[in-house]
């Protein structure tokens, strides 16, 4: 029992790590970006050489985002902190540079968007049979690209409180 009183005696014990992938996740699922996502992700798979109808066009739209959602509340912060633990680590040593950088903020965009495309454009091949080339998959980026820079934009003008 004395060592439970240690550990029960002892200060509370908190994680305080924070950086740039894991604030934009809390943006990237919140209702404006994932509203304007499947709006234009959804235009994208029906008027994007896709060949959908615009049903299939919604049901491939709903799925995989919420595969993409699933998978991405892990890996895009899992990425991120990858980002920061290696390639941060080196360049704020080169550049004295801290973690809320204008790189490491570019670089958090480029995962997000690239993270929850391939997830995506993994579910459209494999998930709904449609072959995707380099154009389709840029497509699906750039649709990507809308919700992830509004949820990137949203940082600017809403500050989160760190």
Same mark, same amino acid.
């Given at each position: ?26 943006? #990237? ?5 994932? !509203?304007?996502?499947?709006? *234009?992700?959804?235009? &994208? +798979?029906? =008027? $994007? ?12 739209? #709903? ?5 993409? !959602?699933?998978?991405?509340? *892990?890996?895009?912060? &899992? +990425?991120? =902190? $990858? ?16 973690t809320f950088n ?9 995962? &997000?968007v690239l993270a ?47």
């Amino acid at each position: 029992m004395v060592a439970l009183d240690i550990f029960r005696s002892g200060p509370p014990l908190y994680a305080d790590m924070v950086w740039p992938a894991l604030v934009l996740e809390q943006r #990237i699922f919140s209702v404006i970006p994932i !509203a304007a996502g499947l709006i *234009v992700e959804w235009l &994208a +798979l029906w =008027f $994007g050489g896709f060949g959908l109808s615009w049903k299939k066009a919604a049901v491939v739209d #709903i799925v995989m985002n919420a595969v993409s !959602a699933t998978v991405g509340v *892990v890996l895009i912060p &899992a +990425l991120g =902190f $990858g980002w920061e633990y290696f390639a941060e680590f080196v360049l704020s040593k080169l550049f004295n540079v801290g973690t809320f950088n204008w790189g490491t903020w570019a670089v958090t965009l480029a995962i &997000a968007v690239l993270a929850t495309t391939g997830v995506e454009a993994g579910v459209v091949r494999w998930g709904f049979k449609v072959p995707l080339g380099r154009r389709r998959f840029s497509i699906l980026c750039a649709a990507n690209c809308v919700s992830v820079a509004i949820a990137f934009a949203s940082l600017w003008i809403h500050p989160p409180k760190l």
